[in-house]
């Protein structure tokens, strides 16, 4: 990942813009710390987004219980 100075973001802002549409992720810095990303948009499937969680399937019950019997509601007369 490219890391950048904030005042070179600022100056160079369009041309950072084109290299992260490339598909490139820059690290903006302050003091030499990470203070923002620049990355890609893409859209993400919840897949994607649980990955972590699926990584080891031994740890997870995957297995749906079964549903409870109906309840009787009472109308709305009573």
Same mark, same amino acid.
């Given at each position: 990942m490219k890391s950048v100075p904030i005042v070179e973001a600022k100056a !160079?802002? @369009? =041309? +950072? +813009? =084109? &290299?992260?549409e490339a598909g490139k992720e820059i690290a903006v810095t #302050? !003091?030499?710390?990470?203070? =923002? #990303?620049l990355v890609p948009d893409y859209p993400r499937k919840a897949a994607e987004a649980f990955r972590d969680f699926w990584s080891d399937a031994n740890e997870i019950d995957l297995v749906a219980h079964e549903d409870? /019997? =109906? &309840? %009787?509601? /009472? @109308?709305? %007369? %009573?």
């Open positions: !160079h802002f @369009s =041309a +950072l +813009l =084109a &290299e992260v #302050r !003091h030499g710390k990470v203070i =923002a #990303r409870l /019997p =109906a &309840e %009787d509601v /009472p @109308s709305l %007369d %009573d």
